[in-house]
């Protein structure tokens, strides 16, 4: 099976690349600001697959319709296409929670238009309930609902769209069921059917003759998400709108194949094949299992079973050579020796206690900023459900020596109204020192959803 899932890989590297090299400045593609011409919309798996291309694509397309206008500040301008394609940006505009995962700026993208919309619906369902009607509800079968308008149903489903991926990025969303793949050989049936019908007159077809509509898929996307990603990637709103197992960072090859035959909140099982004559070193980030200690066991599967026959000696830690502690989003560095298949098994020892909301302390490069009079002035975002106290915010050399401290006393949590939480912090007379980074709460005294957006860099002068 890894053969064909790399020929349908590379095909759709190959059409997604052609469509991101025709994207505009302005983050646009042909056409403009209109649901069709975003015809990256059918490859939300690429990304998550670890394609940088596209997942940077994806992201520069959302920052254009936020500077263009037509979603700013959290509020959809319905010119120049109607409201009921609209829904087409905002539906799977929260898939780009997954694409920046962490990036304040984009949590608060989708907090914004929440908290906006969550005022016109309210409106709306105060009015209807006065005239005894029953609220709307966002339910896109109920488009038809007398008494109601398009807008205002249109605005009840973006209103649903965005609370539920950031639902979902809180960890307040449904988990989806068990992902199990049975029958391999049928899957590589379907593979390499879909690869024996993409042709080149196809590919022509997705990229060079221009004829493309927001109904236009991914090759193969579906069986791709359920083989590499182990699960599915909806954008709509959904239980569980992004509902996988894995990602994986840092492979910009089609050259490692990868089946996820097993995942639930305590197990895993992923089998990956290098064609390379040289190791792949990749990230397996992992987006369902609970939080507790694991043992991970990686070894060579000579019969593509899913079972070890033999164990390779992998130390993650000195202190625990074979456990680790994992939960939601956490990262597991994989090699994969060349020409050689192997498993990778990782199952719950222990379970570990879990606050059931959490804050998520954040800054990116564009929330710091370097003042002439040598001021650094931070700012500082909690985008998780939970209000935090005593927050550190530090200013580090490029040796990790602490230059300056500033202590938050509490910062509230979006949870509240869906408004953004943001502190503004200001360091002065630290010269013009190069090499600078804030880092917030480095001794990991707060419990957070995310810890890898704590820092960014200090600009130069």
Same mark, same amino acid.
């Given at each position: 099976?890894?053969?064909?899932?790399?020929?349908?890989?590379?095909?759709?590297?190959?059409?997604?690349?052609?469509?991101?090299?025709?994207?505009?400045?302005?983050?646009?593609?042909?056409?403009?600001?209109?649901?069709?011409?975003?015809?990256?919309?059918?490859?939300?798996?690429?990304?998550?697959?670890?394609?940088?291309?596209?997942?940077?694509?994806?992201?520069?397309?959302?920052?254009?319709?936020?500077?263009?206008?037509?979603?700013?500040?959290?509020?959809?301008?319905?010119?120049?296409?109607?409201?009921?394609?609209?829904?087409?940006?905002?539906?799977?505009?929260? &898939?780009?929670?997954?694409?920046?995962?962490?990036?304040?700026?984009?949590?608060?993208?989708?907090?914004?238009?929440?908290?906006?919309?969550?005022? &016109?619906?309210?409106?709306? *369902?105060?009015?209807?309930?006065?005239?005894?009607?029953?609220?709307?509800?966002?339910?896109?079968?109920?488009? *038809?609902?007398?008494?109601?308008?398009?807008?205002?149903?249109?605005?009840?489903?973006? &209103?649903?769209?965005?609370?539920?991926?950031?639902?979902?990025?809180?960890?307040?969303?449904?988990?989806?069921? @068990?992902?199990?793949?049975?029958?391999?050989?049928?899957?590589?049936?379907?593979?390499?059917?879909?690869?024996?019908?993409?042709?080149?007159?196809? =590919?022509?077809?997705?990229?060079?003759?221009?004829?493309?509509?927001? *109904?236009?898929?991914?090759?193969?996307?579906?069986?791709?998400?359920a083989a590499m990603l182990g699960g599915r990637v909806q954008g709509r709103a959904e239980p569980y709108p992004i509902g996988i197992?894995?990602?994986?960072?840092?492979?910009?090859?089609?050259?490692?194949?990868?089946?996820?035959?097993?995942?639930?909140?305590?197990? !895993?099982?992923?089998?990956?094949?290098?064609?390379?004559?040289?190791?792949i070193e990749a990230t397996m980030r992992l987006w369902r299992l609970a939080k507790g200690r694991y043992r991970v066991t990686i070894?060579?599967?000579?019969?593509?079973?899913?079972?070890?026959?033999?164990?390779?000696?992998?130390?993650?830690?000195?202190?625990?050579?074979?456990?680790?502690?994992?939960?939601?989003?956490?990262? !597991?560095?994989?090699?994969?020796?060349?020409?050689? *298949?192997?498993?990778?098994?990782?199952?719950?020892?222990?379970?570990?206690?879990?606050?059931?909301?959490?804050? /998520?302390?954040? =800054?990116?490069a564009r929330d710091v900023h370097r003042k002439a009079d040598d001021t650094i002035e931070v700012t500082v975002h909690n985008i998780?459900?939970?209000?935090?106290?005593?927050?550190?915010?530090?200013? =580090?050399? @490029?040796?990790?020596? =602490?230059?300056?401290?500033?202590?938050?006393?509490?910062?509230?949590?979006?949870?509240?109204?869906?408004?953004?939480?943001?502190?503004?912090?200001?360091? /002065?007379?630290?010269?013009?020192?190069?090499?600078?980074?804030?880092?917030?709460?480095?001794?990991?005294?707060?419990?957070?959803?995310?810890?890898?957006?704590?820092?960014?860099?200090?600009?130069?002068?």
């Amino acid at each position: 099976m890894g053969r064909v899932e790399r020929e349908l890989y590379r095909l759709n590297r190959e059409v997604t690349h052609w469509i991101a090299a025709q994207q505009r400045k302005d983050g646009m593609f042909w056409g403009g600001p209109n649901d069709d011409p975003f015809i990256l919309l059918g490859w939300p798996n690429m990304p998550l697959a670890g394609d940088e291309v596209t997942r940077k694509a994806w992201l520069a397309f959302y920052e254009g319709l936020e500077a263009l206008g037509i979603f700013h500040d959290g509020y959809c301008d319905i010119w120049p296409i109607d409201p009921l394609h609209i829904t087409d940006f905002i539906g799977s505009r929260g &898939l780009t929670l997954a694409f920046g995962l962490g990036e304040p700026h984009v949590v608060e993208r989708e907090l914004r238009t929440t908290e906006r919309y969550h005022e &016109l619906v309210s409106a709306t *369902n105060a009015r209807r309930a006065a005239e005894g009607l029953p609220p709307l509800s966002g339910d896109r079968a109920m488009r *038809n609902k007398e008494q109601a308008t398009l807008i205002e149903q249109m605005e009840a489903e973006v &209103l649903e769209y965005s609370h539920t991926h950031v639902a979902w990025y809180w960890g307040a969303t449904p988990q989806p069921p @068990a992902h199990e793949i049975c029958e391999r050989a049928r899957l590589a049936g379907r593979l390499m059917d879909l690869v024996e019908r993409t042709d080149d007159a196809a =590919v022509f077809g997705f990229t060079e003759a221009r004829v493309h509509t927001d *109904n236009q898929r991914g090759i193969g996307r579906d069986e791709l998400v359920a083989a590499m990603l182990g699960g599915r990637v909806q954008g709509r709103a959904e239980p569980y709108p992004i509902g996988i197992a894995v990602s994986w960072e840092g492979i910009e090859t089609e050259d490692l194949a990868r089946l996820v035959s097993y995942a639930d909140e305590k197990s !895993l099982l992923v089998n990956l094949y290098n064609f390379r004559e040289r190791p792949i070193e990749a990230t397996m980030r992992l987006w369902r299992l609970a939080k507790g200690r694991y043992r991970v066991t990686i070894g060579s599967d000579d019969n593509d079973d899913g079972v070890i026959e033999s164990l390779f000696k992998v130390a993650f830690t000195p202190q625990n050579p074979d456990t680790l502690e994992l939960g939601r989003f956490a990262r !597991l560095p994989i090699t994969a020796p060349p020409r050689k *298949n192997i498993a990778i098994k990782i199952e719950q020892i222990e379970p570990l206690p879990e606050p059931e909301m959490l804050p /998520d302390l954040a =800054v990116s490069a564009r929330d710091v900023h370097r003042k002439a009079d040598d001021t650094i002035e931070v700012t500082v975002h909690n985008i998780g459900p939970a209000p935090a106290k005593d927050v550190q915010v530090d200013i =580090v050399d @490029a040796g990790g020596r =602490v230059l300056a401290s500033r202590t938050i006393a509490k910062m509230g949590s979006p949870s509240e109204d869906f408004a953004a939480r943001r502190e503004t912090v200001i360091f /002065d007379g630290l010269g013009k020192g190069a090499n600078l980074s804030v880092c917030l709460d480095r001794s990991q005294a707060i419990e957070e959803i995310f810890e890898e957006n704590n820092q960014a860099a200090v600009p130069a002068l």
